[in-house]
């Protein structure tokens, strides 16, 4: 599975954006797919996954309400919607692929990964 993610940007506290990331290669849907984070000089963490159906979704606490995850099968993409944007939500994003298994937040789970895309959140 080949990885690609985009729509990151530059945006002010409290604005909004959304991530996409497209996937090639073997079957798409067969795929949980996740979506992290690192900033500089952290480890990079979990932020957000979706079921391989689309019926189970997981955030971590810190995005929980203002992050909506979700897929389509059919476009073989998977979206981060990011609102009420915070300084702190600023990283690298990147997006992964695993075959269900490991449970959605595990990161070494994560077999395929995508290059990032940075998203930054000005003061």
């Known amino acids: 599975v080949q990885l690609q993610a985009s729509g990151g940007g530059l945006v002010q506290t409290g604005g909004s954006l959304r991530l996409s990331c497209a996937a090639s290669?073997?079957?798409?849907?067969?795929?949980?797919m996740g979506w992290f984070r690192q900033a500089p000089g952290k480890e990079r963490e979990f932020v957000a996954a979706?079921?391989?159906?689309?019926?189970?979704?997981y955030y971590a606490d810190s995005v929980k309400g203002r992050f909506t995850i979700s897929r389509d099968n059919a476009k073989n993409t998977v979206y981060l919607q990011m609102n009420s944007l915070k300084p702190e939500d600023t990283a690298v994003y990147h997006c992964?692929?695993?075959?269900?298994?490991?449970?959605?937040?595990?990161?070494?789970?994560?077999?395929?990964w995508g290059q990032g895309t940075q998203v930054t959140v000005s003061s």
């Open positions: 992964a692929a695993k075959l269900a298994g490991s449970r959605l937040s595990y990161i070494r789970g994560y077999d395929y």
């Open positions: 979706i079921g391989w159906s689309g019926s189970s979704t």
């Open positions: 290669g073997r079957s798409f849907s067969n795929y949980d």
